[in-house]
């Protein structure tokens, strides 16, 4: 299997949704406190990382 520019991409995209889901699952279901709000926007960031990789796929 031949891994090009957009295949990069796709695994970059697919791995940034588990971990983004993740982090936001230990912001609302491990921390209670602040700290939950913070793991959820962070979550919610790398969501959007992987949304700038998923454009790009077919541009580069």
Excluded at 8 to 17: E, P
Excluded at 30 to 44: H, K, L, N, P
């Amino acid at each position: 299997m031949a891994m090009n520019k957009n295949t990069v991409l796709a695994w970059a995209t697919t791995i940034m949704i588990i971990v983004g889901l993740a982090l936001i699952a230990l912001g609302a279901f491990r921390y209670d406190d602040v700290a939950g709000w913070g793991f959820a926007s962070v979550g919610i960031g790398f969501f959007a990382i992987a949304w700038v990789f998923n454009a790009l796929k077919g541009r580069v």
